[in-house]
């Protein structure tokens, strides 16, 4: 849940390298304190794989959600729509509710989360990595 709320905070923020990056597993992730921006710049597929995220249009979700973040609009944990476990690896499906207005009107969506949790053999904690979303 809480790997969620900081991931809508980075994108209402605008700081999509560091939302990214949560997609990136645990291991291989760079700390959100570095210059991420930076470091997405100077590398070509860390570039390509950003503009992907922000650009494509079948990403758009990304892009509507910080429009609605930026405006106001209220991210709400709603609800864990699945959970399986095996093996020390976890995947959820989290729900999370998305309220704004539009055209001075209440609107609400529902945006799903799926996020997996693996064991780091290093100190055997739980490390929680974003791997979809989607608009439900």
Known sequence: QKLGEEWFALLGRQQYAAALELTVPPLRREPLTKDLDAL???DPDRSQRLATFVDDPANALVRRLTILLQGGAKI???QVQHH???GGTDHLRLI???THRE????QSMRVRLVVKREDDPGTARGQWQIVGWDEV
Do not use: I
């Open 103 to 106: 055209a001075g009107e209440p």
């Open 84 to 86: 399986t476990s095996s």
């Open 40 to 42: 997405y710049a100077d």
């Open 76 to 78: 709400e944990f709603d």
């Open 96 to 98: 999370y509710r998305v």
